[in-house]
């Protein structure tokens, strides 16, 4: 399966939401909502919101009412069900960083692999419930992620970005 790659930064706002820009033109401003929720809105009208599910699963749902799933695939590259690989390169810095874009990140750091086309809204809930519980165990608060509204919070198992 090919996956076409979109490279992104980031950069902090003042207001604490963040500017995403895309290597294929898009733009996109992200802030924090209630709990692990992020909303979003494009330079093209789109808007919507991101929710991490667990399992390394993201959750896209655009204002119009479709779903999009992405998996994040570490080292900030999310694999979505379009065939989008989307990859930060905010967080590629220093030697590992050029090894990585000159190797081709698929190449270098292995398989991709595939998010959900769809899911249940039970097996939704239960990527909330497993992931809940993997927090409360890790020592988190159990409750809403604790990170104040913080983008820069790292406790989520080597993924270096918000949600693709």
């Avoid at 249940?120 to 992931?131: D, I, N, Y």
């Avoid at 989520?156 to 970005?161: R, W």
């Amino acid at each position: 399966m090919a996956y076409r790659d979109v490279t992104f930064t980031d950069e902090l706002l003042s207001d604490g939401s963040v500017h995403r820009t895309f290597s294929d033109g898009r733009q996109e401003w992200r802030w924090r909502g209630p709990g692990t929720l992020v909303y979003w809105r494009d330079s093209s009208g789109g808007t919507g919101t991101d929710e991490p599910l667990g399992g390394r699963i993201i959750k896209r749902t655009f204002a119009d009412g479709r779903v999009l799933y992405g998996r994040d695939q570490g080292y900030g590259r999310t694999a979505w069900g379009d065939q989008t690989l989307t990859i930060n390169r905010t967080s590629f810095g220093g030697r590992v960083g050029r090894v990585l874009a000159a190797a081709g990140a698929g190449f270098a750091l292995g398989a991709i692999v595939a998010p959900p086309l769809l899911l249940s809204p039970v097996e939704e809930e239960e990527l909330r419930r497993q992931a809940q519980q993997s927090s409360s165990s890790d020592g988190g608060d159990g409750g809403d992620g604790g990170d104040g509204g913080a983008w820069t919070d790292d406790n989520d198992g080597g993924s270096d970005d918000d949600f693709g």
